[in-house]
């Protein structure tokens, strides 16, 4: 019995230690969201599916900077014409520790984090309104590590447009499905090995 308990508590050492890796300075990670809902905020809500591709490199453990491109299309419920969404631009994640002001893991393999966006982008509706102008949002996440190296996550993101076209302003909020892998550093390899 005795030697079971110490096995476990070595396994969630080692598991933590592996994750904290995962996230360190110097690391990279790389991922897409592939299923997204919308829920409208100026309209009725609808869903779409797009592929939204990133990369962000860890300039100090936890906080991650990057870019992000946006290519969706989407159907709104109440019957309207499909519209087209793209966007490219810039984008910063912020990782919480465990025990951070309060926060817990809800799962030992996973991470709450932070994630804001600020770009170009725009929404083109056939025949219809259009906004082309600053691409932004904002909202929490949760990624759970299924491996030592990739991630999948779940993303809630105010999500909008503002500048130029037939709509000056177009929001939404989005839930986001997709992954991500974690490239480690030398250190980061060293310490997911010694892990194991």
Request: hydrophobic share 35%; proline share 3%; aromatic share 12%.
């Amino acid at each position: 019995m005795k030697k079971l308990i110490l096995s476990g508590i070595l396994a969630v050492a080692g598991l933590t230690t592996t994750m904290n890796a995962q996230i360190q300075e110097g690391n990279w990670m790389v991922g897409s969201s592939l299923v997204s809902s919308n829920f409208g905020l100026n309209t009725g809500g609808g869903y779409s599916i797009g592929l939204q591709p990133k990369g962000a490199y860890f300039i100090k453990d936890n906080v991650a900077v990057g870019g992000y491109v946006n290519l969706g299309i989407s159907k709104v419920t109440n019957g309207s014409p499909t519209d087209f969404t793209y966007g490219v631009g810039a984008l910063g994640r912020y990782f919480l520790s465990p025990g951070e002001k309060g926060v817990d893991n809800l799962l030992n393999h996973g991470r709450w984090f932070f994630e804001g966006n600020l770009g170009v982008g725009g929404r083109s509706v056939e025949g219809g309104n259009s906004t082309t102008g600053l691409d932004f949002g904002v909202g929490p996440g949760y990624s759970y590590f299924i491996t030592p190296n990739i991630g999948l996550e779940g993303l809630v993101k105010y999500q909008g447009q503002s500048g130029f076209g037939s709509e000056g302003l177009n929001s939404n909020i989005t839930f986001n499905v997709g992954f991500s892998i974690y490239l480690p550093t030398s250190k980061g390899k060293q310490i997911i090995n010694d892990a194991k």
